[in-house]
């Protein structure tokens, strides 16, 4: 078993809005979380610090896309599979993923005294929601510990 606590990711790239998100109109949406992982082998690899960096990796990368142009988020839901799917083929050994992610929000102000149109952010804490997913290889065992 293998954990990975509080890996903190935000980007404005490519983040959907659609008929049902209830936040304000914005030209750039942040999608930003903090995952809380653990997944389980179905055997050991050959060593596992380079099984684990190799899952972080896949599970950051997964999330940001390629440097230049990005990925397409349609949901933080959509973005934790593609992630644990990432995770699964980068390290054969994995069978199973649990992953935790909160939904965080930024909303856009304007400070009184500047000239900023929507460029600055402040996190709020409402709306709230954690995220959870478990992501599991076709005839493994489910993933049923949680955090």
Not at 84 to 108: K, T, W, Y
Request: aromatic share 10%; net charge neutral.
């Amino acid at each position: 078993m293998a954990r990975s606590r509080d890996v903190h990711l935000a980007k404005i790239t490519l983040c959907a809005q659609d008929e049902y998100t209830l936040l304000p109109e914005s030209k750039d949406r942040i999608v930003a979380t903090s995952v809380t992982s653990t997944w389980r082998y179905s055997s050991q690899p050959a060593c596992y610090e380079t099984a684990f960096n190799a899952a972080r990796s896949a599970m950051i990368e997964t999330f940001f896309g390629p440097p230049k142009q990005g990925v397409y988020s349609p949901s933080v839901q959509y973005t934790m599979y593609k992630m644990g799917e990432a995770m699964l083929d980068r390290v054969q050994q994995i069978e199973s993923i649990f992953m935790n992610c909160p939904n965080l929000h930024f909303i856009p102000c304007n400070p009184v005294t500047s000239s900023f149109d929507n460029d600055v952010y402040v996190a709020t804490s409402e709306p709230h929601g954690d995220i959870e997913c478990v992501v599991t290889r076709k005839n493994g065992r489910p993933h049923l510990s949680k955090l």
